[in-house]
């Protein structure tokens, strides 16, 4: 009988391949950099937000141990009272030299103990930042829950209109955003003239508040687009509904909403305060579509005018969001609307999923390491 094969044992170094794997999750030393230096920056940025004051008549000195006592507050005050109770400490600790007595026994024998204070202190920070941990893990599990609730409020695969084409696509600066986008069917003036609503929306501020505002608004917004009403007078309705739940215009929200006839390319729009559109025709002239009114949830009287306009063939209508024109590089430097308008030119004669994805190209390479500021969104429409 042949005796039973058994499998080598992985060598020392099969084994650190597999515990480097899985600790970096096979990326590369240049791409965890990359990943540390953007994490690094987002959290200075979020720990300095109030250390950039500079007290007159102070030297060098003066002003970096200020700035490094503003920036050990800062920290620490973000824990919690017992955390905070529990990080001195141990920082008390790490700076206690060691301590030790000696004791003699019965038979005379004499005994030497030490205490080292370094370790319970490194042990208390330890047990904070598990703490921590468990926190930011819990966080990110109801995040990413929430994540998938607002990709479930937005549009999956663009809606296909007999000559047109439509793109979209949204990165959040956080787990959840603010932005929002959507194209929408509408009841026309008589039955068989459907239009499509396209809205492209922006809620002041980031994150979880700015995530729930940017559902109600959703919800809103598709309720009453049920009715066949004039664009202005939708965007009135939906600015009066914001106004009850904007805490007295502090959160407002920035929208572009066109209305298209597939039929004819007739264009009605209203610009809610929001980043001024793209249009660009065939010939390469640019138009900015600016009609409309005030921010939404601004003012519950305001007013909103229609602008109106056509897509010819050839022509496109390029809808984004602050974050895409406004994103910043390692040198300071933004994106601006000069080179998304570079881009736009650069395309002309591609398919909108095509301009898009050598846009967000674009972005990636202009922006580096550098951290996400803001929500980026861009719809793109063209007439072919």
């Known amino acids: ?34 990943q540390f230096e953007k994490d690094a920056r987002s959290s200075y940025r979020l720990y300095s937000a109030g250390l950039k004051e500079k007290q007159e008549g102070q030297s060098k000195g003066q002003r970096a141990w200020y700035m490094a006592k503003a920036l050990f507050w800062a920290v620490i005050e973000k824990l919690s009272p017992a955390r905070r109770v529990l990080v001195l400490l141990g920082l008390i600790l790490l700076f206690f030299p060691a301590a030790g007595f000696t004791y003699s026994d019965r038979a005379g024998d004499v005994h030497i103990s030490e205490f080292d204070f370094h370790v319970w202190g490194g042990l208390l920070i330890f047990i904070v930042l598990l703490l921590e941990l468990a926190d930011r893990v819990v966080m990110k599990r109801d995040l990413e829950i929430a994540k998938d609730i607002q990709s479930w409020l937005l549009p999956g695969a663009p809606l296909q209109i007999p000559g047109y084409g439509i793109a979209y696509a949204t990165r959040p600066a956080n787990t959840v955003a603010g932005d929002y986008y959507d194209v929408i069917l509408r009841p026309g003036p008589s039955p068989g003239e459907d239009r499509v609503l396209l809205v492209v929306a922006d ?19 598709r309720t009453l687009a049920t009715s066949p009403v004039p664009l202005a007078q939708l ?37 809610a305060g929001h980043n001024v559109p793209i249009l660009r025709r065939k010939p390469g002239v640019i138009e900015r579509p600016e009609v409309g009114g005030i921010p939404i949830g601004a003012f519950a009287e305001a007013a909103y005018e229609a602008g109106k306009t056509r897509l010819e063939s050839g022509d496109w209508l390029v ?33 909108p999923a095509e301009m898009l994805r050598s846009l967000l190209m674009d972005l990636d390479v202009f922006v580096g390491n550098a951290p996400q500021h803001d929500d980026m969104t861009c719809l793109i429409l063209k007439r072919s």
Request: aromatic letters at 8%; one cysteine or more; charged letters at 20%.
């Open 235 to 271: 965007a009135g309705q939906l600015n009066q509904y914001a106004c009850s739940n904007s805490q007295g215009g502090a959160r407002f929200t920035t929208a572009f909403l066109v209305e298209l006839d597939p039929a004819t390319g007739a264009l009605a729009y209203v610009n």
């Open 203 to 221: 809620v002041a501020g980031k994150s979880i508040p700015a995530a729930m505002l940017m559902a109600t608004f959703q919800a809103s917004l």
């Open 1 to 34: 009988m042949a005796a039973p094969q058994v499998s080598p044992q992985p060598g020392i170094k099969q084994r650190a391949e597999r515990f480097w794997h899985r600790v970096s999750e096979g990326m590369e030393v240049r791409q965890l950099w990359g």
């Open 319 to 351: 809808i984004f969001t602050d974050g895409v024109v406004e994103a910043i590089n390692n040198s300071g430097e933004e994106f601006d609307e000069p080179r998304l308008v570079r881009v736009i030119d650069r395309e002309a004669g591609s398919a």
